[in-house]
């Protein structure tokens, strides 16, 4: 089955680049699905970031659209997160996730199980 | 996008059932059957428990189900159990939001 492990800095400074690696095992990241990262802040609630086809398409959440850049890598299996310019309000655990699609619905599963990352100085 | 909304918390006791909601509009919840719920405990990944607004996954059992009327999409919970108390969220696949989560609490 499907497994997802997120890698990369558990801290960045203030407005450097988070930079985060989702490696998939189990599965192909070819296959018919979108690959996408959500984050949670602590102690609130749940924020999709965005999205990416193994094509290379992507979708992104239009608030964080202007500093979000996801990636794919199919020869290592795995998709990356950039966030640029980041400030505290963007200290969260970073979740990956498989979209799963059929026709037109989605839901996410699995997950990855989450990396805490901190901006501060 | 607007988040979903959900009440911040809910409880039951052992056994009985609750029922968690979960409001958008037209143009999310209501235009689409593409809802689905996920059940988080503390410190661990959020886990699929509904998709579709009422299909469940292989392996969550048949005490949760989902329904949907109008712009509000539900989660009933039934026979509770202890292990039942975590955060649930709802999300909408339309514009992918989620809600703001609701805190399950089994007396």
């Known amino acids: 089955q499907v497994q997802l492990q997120e890698s990369g800095p558990g801290l960045v400074k203030p407005s450097g680049t988070l930079s985060l690696t989702c490696a998939v095992s189990g599965g192909s990241i070819s296959s018919s699905n979108w690959w996408s990262w959500v984050r949670q802040p602590p102690g609130k609630g749940l924020e999709w970031i965005g999205e990416?086809?193994?094509?290379?398409?992507?979708n992104y959440n239009p608030s964080l659209k202007s500093r979000v850049t996801i990636s794919v890598d199919k020869s290592k299996n795995q998709f990356s997160l950039k966030l640029s310019s980041v400030t505290a309000a963007d200290t969260a655990v970073y979740y990956c996730?498989?979209?799963?699609?059929?026709?037109?619905?989605?839901?996410?599963?699995?997950w990855g199980q989450g990396t805490l990352v901190t901006v501060s100085s | 996008q607007s988040a979903l909304t959900q009440p911040r918390s809910v409880s039951g006791s052992p056994g009985q059932s609750v029922t968690i909601s979960c409001t958008g509009t037209?143009?999310?919840?209501?235009?689409?059957?593409?809802v689905s719920w996920y059940q988080q405990h503390p410190g661990k990944a959020p886990k699929l428990m509904i998709y579709d607004v009422s299909k469940r996954p292989s392996g969550v059992p048949d005490r949760f189900s989902g329904s949907k009327s109008g712009n509000t999409a539900s989660l009933t919970i039934s026979g509770l159990q202890a292990e039942d108390e975590a955060d649930y969220y709802c999300?909408?696949?339309?514009?992918?939001?989620f809600g703001g989560g609701t805190k399950l609490t089994v007396l």
């Open positions: 990416i086809y193994h094509s290379g398409s992507t």
């Open positions: 996730a498989r979209a799963v699609v059929v026709t037109v619905s989605s839901w996410f599963d699995p």
């Open positions: 999300c909408s696949y339309a514009g992918t939001v």
């Open positions: 037209s143009s999310d919840v209501g235009g689409y059957n593409y």
